[in-house]
C-alpha cells in the first residue's frame, strides 16, 4: 500500500517537471551535446548532413581564420576598456548618490533608463550622433569642432574612431544594472561603522579605503565578472552601430562570428560556428572558474 | 523677619556665585577669542568645501543624466524633423520650430512597423504566458513534492543555468529548420518558455510558505493542483509579477533568435524589423522616420518602468542580466 502511494507521488512530481525537462532536454540538453558533435564533423554539408570526418579540422580553420582573429581582437579590446571603466563609473555615481538626497529618486529612475530600452533601437540614435557624412555632419563632430579638433566619421572611418564609439555605447547600455547593483550595496552598509570611525576623527578618504570599499568588495567582484561575461558577448550593439556587415566594417565580435558562420551571406557552416562557439564558452567557463575560486578562497567557512 | 534675612542671604550668595562664574566665563571668552577665531575660520573652510564638494557631486551626477538623457532627446527631435529640413542642416540644429509628426504616420504606412509591433505583443505574451506555466508547475514539483531523483534533477537544472544560450543557439537553430518552424510563431516561441533561473527564484519562494498550509489543506481534502492554484500562486504573486516584468523585457528587446529563424517580413518583431528597415526600409535613407520607429519601439518599455519603477528595479537587483 505504502509502496503504491509512493509510486503514485513520485509520478505526479515528474508529471509536474515534464514540461520543463521537455523544453530544455530539447533546446539546452540536446543541443549542448551536439554542438560537440558538431564541432568535430569535418565537411559538413548542412544541405545533404553529411561530413566525411571528424577531427580537430574546425577548430583549426577557426583559429585560423583573420575574421576570427579580427573577431577576438576586438572583443578582448572591448573588454578590457569597457568593464573596469564602466565599474569605476558606476562607483563613482553611486557615491555620488548616497551624498545627495533631494535628488536621488529622480536620478536613479534616469540612471536606470538605457536598462529598459532596446539595445538594437538605441544603437541607431548613437549612429546617428556619431556618423559623419558628406550632407552632415553630426552632432559629435559638431562638438568637436567647437573644442578645436578635426571632425572624424566615428561609424565608417578609423579603426580606433568605431571602438570608441562601440566603447562607448557598451558603457552607456551595462551602466544601469552596475549602478543599481552599487546603490544597493552602499546602502547595506552598516553606518554604525562610519559613526565609529566619525568618532575616532577619520578622514573621509580613509574612510572610504577602509571601511566602504572593503565592505562592497564582494558587489563589484560580482560586477567585474558579470561584465566580463557580458562583454564577451557583446554582440547586438554593435549591430545596431555598425550594421549587419560586421567583417567588412572590421567590428566583429566572437558571437558575432558564430552566427555570420551560420546564417546570411557567409552562412551555412554550422562546424565552424559550433567550434567558434566552444572556444568563447571555454572563456567564458574560465572566467567562471576564477570567480568560483576567489569566492571559496574568500570564505573559507561557507 | 529671620527667615527673609535667611532667604536673602541665600540670595546673596547666589549672586556673588553667579557673578565669580561669569566673570571667569568672560576671562575664558577672552583668552580664547583668539583661538575662536581659528575655530570660525576652519568651520568657514569646512563648510566651504563642503559646499565645493556637494557641488562636484552635483555636477557630475547631472553630466551622466545628461549623456542618458540626450540620446533620448535626440531621438525625439530628429522624429520631428521633416525629411527635407533634416537632411538640409549640415550642421545639426538642437531644435526645430515646425515640428512635424508625418514621420509617425510614415513607419506605419511606408514599412510595417504595426505588423512588427503586434507580432512582438504576440510572440511577447505568448512566451512569457507559457513559461509562467511551465515554471510553476516545475517550482511547485521542486518545492512541495517529494519524489525519487528530484535532488539529482535540481542539480542539473542549476548547472543549466551556466550554458550560455551563444552555445546552444546553433542547434536549435538547425533543429527548428528541419522542424520546418522558420518563420513560425511556434520556432520563435518554443526556445524561450523555459528558464532554469526563474525556476529558481520561485521555488524559494515557495518554499517559504510555511507546511502547516499544505497538510491542513490536505486534511480538507484538497488536491496539490488546487493547493497550488488557489495558496501557492496568489501568496507567490510579487515573485510572479517580478518575472513576469523581467520576461517581457527580455521578450521585447530579443534580436539573435528573431534574425536567425525569420527571414520572411510578416514573422520579423521589432528588433530585427527596425534593423530591415534602416536597410532597405524607405527606399532611401530616412533618418527621421527612423528615428520615429525607434521612439514607437523604445515607448512601450519606458511606459511600463515608469509605472512599475520600484517592482523593476527589485527585480532586477534580484538577478537580472541584460542578456
Redesign the interface.
Known amino acids: 500500500m505504502r509502496k503504491k502511494t509512493v509510486h503514485i ?6 508529471l ?2 515534464l ?3 521537455l ?2 532536454g ?7 551535446i ?2 560537440f558533435v ?1 564541432s568535430f564533423e569535418e565537411g559538413y554539408n ?1 544541405a545533404s548532413q553529411t561530413y566525411f570526418g571528424t577531427g580537430f579540422y574546425n577548430y583549426s580553420y577557426v583559429l585560423h581564420d583573420p575574421y576570427f582573429l579580427q573577431a577576438v581582437k576586438n572583443t578582448f579590446i572591448l573588454v578590457i576598456i569597457t568593464v573596469p571603466l564602466s565599474t569605476g ?1 558606476a562607483l ?2 553611486s557615491i ?2 548616497q ?2 538626497k533631494p ?1 536621488r529618486e529622480l ?16 544603437g ?3 549612429m ?2 556619431f556618423k559623419k557624412t558628406a ?5 559629435i563632430n ?1 562638438l568637436i569642432t567647437w573644442l578645436g579638433g578635426t571632425g572624424v566619421d566615428f561609424i565608417d572611418g578609423p579603426y580606433w574612431a568605431k571602438m570608441f564609439v562601440l566603447c562607448f555605447y557598451t558603457v ?4 544601469p ?1 552596475k549602478i ?2 552599487l546603490t ?1 550595496a552602499l546602502a547595506g552598509v552598516d553606518r554604525q561603522y562610519y559613526h565609529a570611525a566619525r568618532v575616532d576623527g577619520t578622514s573621509k578618504f580613509r574612510i572610504f579605503m577602509r571601511i566602504t570599499l572593503p565592505m562592497i568588495s564582494p558587489m563589484i567582484f560580482y560586477l567585474v565578472i ?1 561584465g566580463f ?2 562583454a564577451f ?1 557583446a ?2 550593439d554593435v ?1 545596431a552601430l555598425f ?2 556587415n560586421l567583417n567588412a566594417a572590421q567590428m566583429n565580435t566572437m ?1 558575432g562570428y ?2 555570420d558562420m ?2 546570411g551571406d557567409s552562412g551555412g557552416y ?1 562546424s565552424y ?2 567550434a567558434a ?2 572556444i ?2 571555454a572563456i ?2 574560465t572566467i ?1 572558474c576564477i570567480n568560483l575560486l576567489i569566492r571559496l578562497k574568500n570564505q573559507p567557512d561557507s | 523677619m529671620q527667615e527673609n534675612n535667611k532667604k536673602t542671604s541665600a540670595a546673596r550668595l547666589r549672586d556673588l556665585l553667579r557673578k565669580l562664574v561669569h566673570k571667569r566665563r568672560n576671562f575664558l571668552y577672552n583668552k580664547n577669542t583668539a583661538v575662536r577665531a581659528d575655530y570660525i575660520k576652519i568651520e568657514k573652510t569646512a563648510r566651504r568645501r563642503k559646499k565645493t564638494a556637494g557641488a562636484i557631486t552635483y555636477i557630475l551626477l547631472s553630466v551622466w543624466a545628461v549623456i542618458v538623457l540626450f540620446p533620448f532627446y535626440w531621438m525625439v527631435l530628429t522624429s520631428v524633423k521633416s525629411y527635407g529640413a533634416y537632411n538640409s542642416e549640415y550642421i545639426p540644429k538642437f531644435f526645430t520650430l515646425s515640428p512635424t509628426l508625418q514621420n509617425y504616420a510614415d513607419v506605419f504606412t511606408a514599412v510595417p512597423l504595426g505588423k512588427y509591433l503586434l507580432n512582438t505583443v504576440i510572440f511577447t505574451l505568448a512566451t512569457t504566458l507559457l513559461m509562467l506555466v511551465v515554471i510553476t508547475l516545475a517550482a511547485f514539483a521542486f518545492a512541495r513534492l517529494d519524489f525519487r531523483g528530484k535532488n539529482i534533477v535540481f542539480v542539473i537544472f542549476l548547472s543549466l543555468m551556466m550554458i550560455p544560450n551563444e552555445l546552444v543557439i546553433i542547434t536549435n537553430y538547425m533543429t527548428v529548420t528541419n522542424l520546418d518552424m522558420r518563420n513560425s510563431f511556434s520556432g520563435l516561441i518554443l526556445p524561450s518558455v523555459t528558464s532554469v533561473f526563474y525556476i529558481y527564484l520561485l521555488k524559494e519562494n515557495f518554499e517559504q510558505i510555511p507546511d502547516a498550509l499544505y497538510y491542513a489543506a490536505k486534511v480538507d481534502g484538497t488536491s496539490d493542483f488546487k493547493y497550488l492554484l488557489k495558496v501557492m500562486i496568489p501568496i507567490s504573486k510579487p515573485t510572479l509579477v517580478t518575472v513576469t516584468i523581467l520576461k517581457v523585457i527580455e521578450c521585447w528587446n530579443s534580436y539573435v533568435w528573431p534574425r536567425l529563424i525569420t527571414d520572411d517580413e510578416n514573422y520579423f518583431l521589432v528588433s530585427n524589423g527596425i534593423q530591415e528597415i534602416r536597410e532597405n526600409g524607405f527606399g532611401r535613407e530616412n533618418i527621421p522616420a527612423m528615428m520615429a520607429a525607434v521612439v514607437v519601439i523604445s515607448l512601450p518599455l519606458i511606459v511600463l518602468f515608469l509605472i512599475f519603477r520600484k517592482k523593476i528595479m527589485e527585480g532586477v537587483a534580484r538577478g537580472g542580466m541584460k542578456g
Open positions: 507521488n513520485s509520478l505526479k512530481g515528474w509536474y517537471l514540461p520543463a525537462i523544453f530544455l530539447i533546446f539546452m540538453v540536446y543541443p549542448l551536439d554542438v558538431y548542412s563609473i563613482l555615481i555620488g548618490l551624498a545627495v535628488l536620478l536613479q529612475t534616469i540612471y536606470f533608463l538605457p536598462y529598459v530600452t532596446n539595445t538594437l533601437a538605441v541607431m540614435v548613437f546617428i550622433l550632407y552632415s555632419e553630426g552632432l559638431l552607456w547600455v551595462v551602466m544594472f543599481l547593483i544597493g558579470t561575461i557580458g558577448k554582440y547586438s549591430v550594421g549587419t558571437v558564430v552566427y551560420l546564417y554550422p560556428a559550433s562557439a566552444i568563447l564558452f567564458i567557463l567562471t
